[in-house]
Nanobody, 124 residues
Framework: QDQVAESGGGSVQSGGSLRLSCTTS????????MGWFRQAPGKEREGVAI???????TYADFVKDRFTISRGSAKNTWYLQMNNLKAEDTAMYYC??????????????????WGQGTQVTVSS
């Protein structure tokens, strides 16, 4: 059983919306960060949005005002609401957990546990 698991990917037309969900069965420390990353073919994995134990959020510039990260009522669940999707948002999306909030929250090397990824495809 995956200890971090995403769901909610799919195919949508440009301008559409999708909501990704992530859950983890791992212990969540008091000082954590949870986030979403993405990787398009031939490109490096990049940070998309992060939420920490204080509820503070950080977004990559390319998704500001379009994507929203949030936590569920249970702190082991978090979401990424993606609106006004563009073709360039097409990628495999991964959720990740950092057991200690990193200084550079969008740095993928700071995260300890990863899901298997869910594909998001946006057609123009």
């Amino acid at each position: 059983q995956d200890q971090v698991a995403e769901s909610g990917g799919g195919s949508v037309q440009s301008g559409g919306s999708l909501r990704l969900s992530c859950t983890t069965s791992r212990y969540i420390s008091p000082d954590y960060a949870m986030g979403w990353f993405r990787q398009a073919p031939g490109k490096e994995r990049e940070g998309v949005a992060i939420i920490d134990s204080f509820g503070d959020t950080t977004y990559a510039d390319f998704v500001k005002d379009r994507f929203t990260i949030s936590r569920g009522s249970a702190k082991n669940t978090w979401y990424l609401q993606m609106n006004n999707l563009k073709a360039e948002d097409t990628a495999m999306y991964y959720c990740a957990v950092a057991i200690s909030r990193p200084t550079h929250v969008l740095n993928r090397y700071s995260y300890n546990y990863w899901g298997q990824g869910t594909q998001v495809t946006v057609s123009s």
